[in-house]
Nanobody, 122 residues
Framework: QVPLVESGGGLVQAGTSLRLSCVAS????????MGWFRQAPGKEREFVAV????????KYSDSVKGRFTVSRDNDKNTVYLQMNSLKPEDTAVYSC???????????????WGQGTQVTVSS
């Protein structure tokens, strides 16, 4: 069973919104810090956002701060990434990540999803 499965990607126009979801198949989701990374063609993978397992602390990359919001629903074992005011440079494969325990934000993640494609046209 794949531990993290993303959905919600697609092709959208610049300025619009999209919400990604990631369902985690783990024993105690509420104890996992969850986050999102992305990788654009020809570029290195970059951190996007993370939300802690406790207190709902969040952290964002400067490139998405103020436009993207990460949230979680522990009853549904799901983490979300609400993306507003999308730009063509947001085009990438977005991957969900998770880490149990450790400091916030994590320096490594022990769970990775396969990713969902987000394409933003100008």
């Amino acid at each position: 069973q794949v531990p993290l499965v993303e959905s919600g990607g697609g092709l959208v126009q610049a300025g619009t919104s999209l919400r990604l979801s990631c369902v985690a198949s783990v024993r105690i989701f509420s104890q996992y810090t969850m986050g999102w990374f992305r990788q654009a063609p020809g570029k290195e993978r970059e951190f996007v956002a993370v939300i802690s397992w406790d207190l709902g602390r969040t952290k964002y990359s400067d490139s998405v701060k103020g436009r993207f919001t990460v949230s979680r629903d522990n009853d549904k074992n799901t983490v979300y990434l609400q993306m507003n005011s999308l730009k063509p440079e947001d085009t990438a494969v977005y991957s969900c990540v998770g880490n149990s325990g450790g400091p916030f934000p994590p320096s490594i993640y022990d769970l990775w999803g396969q990713g969902t494609q987000v394409t933003v046209s100008s």
